[in-house]
């Protein structure tokens, strides 16, 4: 079901449009048969009137059987020629009787319906109403301002009975913030719905608040990370310039152009605002280049290198020797010089170690080292550890509502 924020939240309570009249005090509890026994009133005619009146009455209505039965016998079989003054009397005074029983039994139960967490112009409404009445006109007037009363206080505890589950589930959904001040008012019993709705509306103050912080932190997480791949992106050409990239696998370079192409599609895809876990795919391509297998290349050309240097002289053949020096020299800047070709002149060198002397000079092979571009394209320490709610999953999202599970108190109309 749609529900509405409710921000701005009023008491949204419909009062009925019957007006209440303020009417002066007085407590007799009196019946108002004297109003109707003159002489021109006390006809067959008008206790007949009077009588379908009554039974047409909520009032008969709502009579528990046996009070029925006690007034039907009353009337037995009164006709226009047994009809009597006394016969009037008696069942028109038994009619202002139920209706005094009546009103004083309404009058009792919204009484206790007048409680601290009542509205004040609810209460003064009912102060405004006499326990008893002096006369048919106040009776009417009385009786309908009671059930007029009747009617908005349960109207008025409706809503509020929904607000407060409003207010409770708010304060149940959104326990990470400081919402004493709003538990207090849902614990108080006398918390009336101004209250309450003033705090719902405290709740959402908070959740907003909150919410601006998190897109706030989520803008700049975003920034940063478009920061980083941006860098990435634009030394992907150094890292393949350099020395290890070039002696790396042809699996390891494929993997690692796949993991570029990769970070290419989250750039567009972080500017569209699409939901993808942007950090993992930043690790996993600066794993790729961390981890090419190139270094293992030059790993084994260093050890060659100094296996060569250490036993050079008993190689014999002075002019094996000084090619094997040159080739052992090329190795850096041959592009193609893969791994086979370096066991396989590992295999020459170590072999040429055990022929028979000879002379030639030679250029005496330098050991290489792993020169790495000067922009490489990974930090040794990365800046961008995401966690808590700046965490990339949810910053592309744009808006987080509350990403620690804040809940924007929602109200129907």
């Known amino acids: 079901m749609k529900k509405k924020n409710i921000l701005g939240l009023g008491l949204g309570l419909l009062m009925l449009t019957s007006p209440i009249n303020p009417i002066e005090k007085n407590y007799k509890n009196i019946a108002f048969a004297g109003d109707m026994t003159t002489s021109e009133e006390n006809t067959y005619d008008s206790i007949i009137s009077e009588i379908e009146d009554f039974k047409k009455s909520e009032i008969y209505k709502n009579l528990n059987e046996k009070v029925k039965k006690d007034f039907d016998d009353l009337i037995g079989n009164l006709n226009e020629e047994n009809f009597t003054q006394e016969s009037y009397n008696k069942i028109s005074e038994k009619i202002s009787e139920i209706k005094l029983a ?3 039994k309404l ?3 919204i009484k206790t319906m007048i409680k601290g967490n009542l509205s004040d112009k609810l209460k003064n409404n009912f102060n405004e109403i006499k326990e008893s009445y002096d006369s048919v006109q106040e009776y009417n007037q009385n009786y309908n301002n009671l059930n007029i009363l009747k009617d ?3 109207a008025y505890n409706k809503e509020l009975a929904l607000d407060r589950n409003i207010l409770k589930e708010g304060i149940e959904k959104n326990k990470n913030l400081d919402l004493a001040d709003e ?3 849902l614990d108080n019993e006398d918390s009336n719905l101004d209250s309450v709705n003033e705090a719902i509306k405290s709740i959402n103050k908070k959740v907003d608040d909150f919410n601006e912080k998190v897109r706030k932190k989520a803008k700049e997480e975003k920034e940063k990370l478009a920061k980083e ?3 990435a992106i634009k030394n992907h050409e150094e890292v393949k310039k350099d020395i290890v990239y070039k002696k790396s696998s042809k699996e390891a370079k494929d993997k690692l152009e796949k993991a570029f192409n990769e970070l290419k599609n989250s750039q567009i895809a972080l500017k569209e605002g699409k939901e993808e876990d942007f950090g993992k795919i930043i690790d996993k391509y600066n794993e790729l ?5 190139g270094k293992i290349f030059i ?4 050890a060659l290198i ?5 036993n050079q002289d008993k190689i014999k053949d002075e002019e094996k020797k000084a090619k094997l020096s040159k080739e052992l020299n090329s190795v850096v800047d041959d592009d193609q010089f893969d791994s086979e070709k370096l066991k396989d002149l590992e295999k020459r060198i170590k072999d040429a170690v055990n022929e028979k002397p000879g002379y030639l000079e030679q250029e005496t092979p330098k050991r290489v080292t792993v020169s790495r571009s000067k922009n490489p394209v990974v930090k040794k320490s990365r800046s961008f550890v995401r966690t808590g709610i700046g965490s990339i999953a949810k910053v592309a999202g744009v808006l987080v509502l509350a990403a620690g599970g804040y809940l924007y108190l929602k109200k129907k109309k």
Request: proline share 0%; no cysteine; charged share 50%.
């Open 102 to 104: 009546e009103y004083k």
């Open 107 to 109: 009058y009792k139960e």
């Open 152 to 154: 908005k206080i349960n």
């Open 183 to 185: 538990k207090k008012v």
């Open 229 to 231: 791949i941006e860098d």
């Open 289 to 293: 280049v961390n981890n090419l297998d």
């Open 299 to 302: 790993d084994e050309l260093n």
């Open 306 to 310: 100094k296996y060569f240097n250490e």
